[in-house]
């Protein structure tokens, strides 16, 4: 007994070294398998403070530039704006009618603006936080674009802080079609460059050219139909030549991500419903079987 | 005792910060990340108890983690450099030495420091690497990681330590 309690008392540091291992080791695999970790990521609020202040002050560096950025872009919104008009003015359709329908199209999402404060690029996986959190209404697996895109899909969210999948991350995989064509596949991005990334899945008898958009299929309900997501730069055969693999130039520049949008359906809670049961009922028949 | 805590605590976050804000955006050819407050962990005088050096480590470890969406790869290696610490300290002890020598320039010699931190840097980066890679492993670019972070975070603990007294 003297012994144990002399063994104990000189090494009990090592006891301790294996508690905290055995901590890290559970934080490292409890990650992986989704959820439960919002304590020790960005989503915590103290660490979303830091970066809130620091992007703050780095946003303010870089105003001017936005600004005109923005001016720009307005300019080429109103032209396009002008264009339109007259072309439906042209066309002698009954405007008021296809603008009703455009907005009951778009009035099914809401928008919550958030602007991003940490964000990386360079690494194979990752992720990006931004300043709104539960209490803002954002919900884990809604979508998340930009003016100039597609971005991601919330994976964590915090009180007032969320973690953003980005496209750039090797594990997301977004439906995507081509625009107008109407083919279905998906977005994946292998790592490397931040501005370039891979659409899978799209058939043999598929037709279209490079140049030609890509956008989100509408398919699932975490993004509208018809949202950027990059340009065709390279059509190729897949892996095992059952249909093509096209390269595709982003149009989203993730390295000056700032302003965002999460993008919430306003019967998002329903269809989540309805795809649980659904998953269910599956399980229970194959267990049946 | 209480005076010096405050110092280590104000050096812990100093460094948090300096990782969190600056130095983990620095991506040198795509592998070498200066990974500093590895520094935290080798100043730790002889004769500091060891259970205290795990805990500092093992939170630092934490937030570092916290900040970088890695949850537990930080925490894992650096308790790991922490429990290694004082075995390696002892190694590296110049032949007349106080009873709690400090670890540093003036009292190891630049040597002796300088191989303490090479040993308990590359330790800490094989782990760090190891554990954050592992779903994905590739043999070569693992290697560029651990070499090109343990240059990078020594070429800055150098002068540190030459500023501190």
Known sequence: MHNLLAFLTKYYHWFIFLFLEVISGVMLFRYNSYQGSVWVSSANSVVGKVYEWESGLTQFFSLVERNEALTRRNLLLEQQVQYFQEAMADAREDSVQSLQKMMDHLGNYTFIPAKVISNSIDRPDNLITIDRGSKDGVEVDMGVACGTGIVGVVYLTGDHYSVVIPLLNTQSRISCAIRKKGYYGYVTWPGGSSVIAYVDDIPRHAKFKVGEWVETSGYSSIFPRGVLIGKIIDIDDSADGLSYRLKINLSTDFSRLRDVCVITEKDFAERLRLQEAALDSLALQRNRN | ?165
């Open chain 2, 1 to 165: 005792m209480m005076l010096d805590t405050l110092r280590r605590l104000s050096v812990f976050i100093i460094l948090c910060l300096a990782q969190a804000l600056v130095l983990n955006r620095i991506h040198l050819f795509d592998c070498a990340i200066p990974l500093l407050y590895v520094y935290f962990a080798i100043i730790f005088p002889r004769n500091y108890p060891k259970w205290a050096i795990l805990l500092w480590c093992f939170f630092m470890g934490v937030i570092v983690d916290a900040f970088s969406n890695t949850p537990g790869v930080a925490s894992a290696s650096l308790t790991l450099v922490g429990v290694l610490q004082p075995y390696l300290l002892e190694l590296f002890l110049p032949r007349d030495f106080d009873f709690n020598v400090k670890s540093s320039v003036s009292t190891l010699g630049f040597g002796n420091f300088a191989s303490l931190a090479a040993f308990l840097v590359s330790i800490y980066c094989l782990m760090f690497f190891l554990l954050e890679q592992y779903s994905f492993f590739n043999w070569l670019y693992w290697l560029e990681c651990v070499v090109g972070s343990v240059l990078l975070t020594l070429v800055l603990i150098f002068p540190i330590e030459s500023i501190r007294k």
